[in-house]
Structure formats: structure tokens, C-alpha cells
């Protein structure tokens, strides 16, 4: 039975300034093997985020309706700065929904993405938000890892 994303309480607060802050915590989550209080395994965090890292310079092919374009343009400096709300539901037919993977298999991706993300400076346009600067889509990433790596939680 899958878990309502919006109502998980025991969520940790996470905050990343740059790319390589992402992998340093996904490092230290495998490494204290913390465990996940939402619908995916670390694995499937990992490799979710390096498809949108990647998607980002390959393009998406996603086309979200007219309404939810114009409302993510005009919170843009929100979604790019401030913490993005949990449960959001993909459509089923997008890729950016992860077949499940083992944590390292996850993390080699995260670490490839990002690699790439820093070689590479092509970036197309986001579904959502339209053309974005790179120090923009680094922002986009951190707040997308923020939300999903804050349902991996170390036991205390």
C-alpha cells in the first residue's frame, strides 16, 4: 500500500547549496544505512534524481496542461529557492519514475549526473518553468533532492 507522501511527519529538514552537496549526503545516507519513510528506496531516490539531472540536458518528454505551466512560471523564484511540497503524483507514463535499483547502483547514477551536469552546459527548456540558466537548474536540482532526499532519514 503506498504511503501519502504529504502526511509523513518524520521527514528530515534538508538544504543544499550546490550539485555536489547531494552526493555527499546520498554517500553519508548509504553509508549509515538510513532507512526511507516514503514510497522509494535510497536506490530509487538516487537514480530519480539523476534522470531529472539528466533530463535536463537531454530534454523531458513530458507537456504539463496550459494551467500548471502558468502557475510554475509565476511562483518561479519560489520553486527555485524556497522547499517543493511532497506529494506530487507523476503520471505513470513519464520516466521519471524509477524501476527499483540498488543503493549503489543509484548513487553511481546520482554521481554520473552530476559529473555531467558540470561538463556539459547544454540545458533545454524545463517542462515546466521554460529556459532556465544553469545556476537556475542547479537550484531546480537542489530544491527536487531536498524533497526527495528528505525521506531518507538515519535511525537515531
Not at 554517500?27 to 539528466?54: K, P, Y
Not at 511562483?75 to 540498488?102: D, M
Amino acid at each position: 500500500m503506498a504511503i501519502d507522501t504529504k502526511s509523513v511527519a518524520t521527514r528530515r529538514q534538508v538544504h543544499y547549496n550546490r550539485l555536489e552537496d547531494i552526493i555527499a549526503d546520498a554517500e553519508c545516507m548509504v553509508d549509515c544505512n538510513a532507512r526511507t519513510v516514503g514510497n522509494w528506496s535510497r536506490g530509487q531516490i538516487f537514480r530519480h534524481l539523476a534522470t531529472a539531472m539528466n533530463q535536463s540536458i537531454d530534454g523531458m518528454d513530458l507537456t504539463p496542461p496550459w494551467f500548471l505551466r502558468l502557475g510554475a512560471r509565476l511562483l518561479k523564484k519560489r520553486l527555485l529557492t524556497k522547499p517543493l511540497s511532497p506529494g506530487f503524483r507523476l503520471p505513470r507514463k513519464t520516466k521519471l519514475l524509477p524501476e527499483p535499483v540498488s543503493d549503489q547502483q543509484g548513487l553511481q547514477e546520482l554521481r554520473e549526473a552530476v559529473a555531467r551536469l558540470r561538463a556539459d552546459s547544454t540545458r533545454k527548456p524545463s517542462p515546466l518553468l521554460g529556459d532556465l540558466s544553469l545556476e537556475e537548474w542547479d537550484q531546480l536540482h537542489c530544491r527536487h533532492a531536498e524533497l526527495h532526499m528528505s525521506f531518507i532519514v538515519p535511525d537515531e
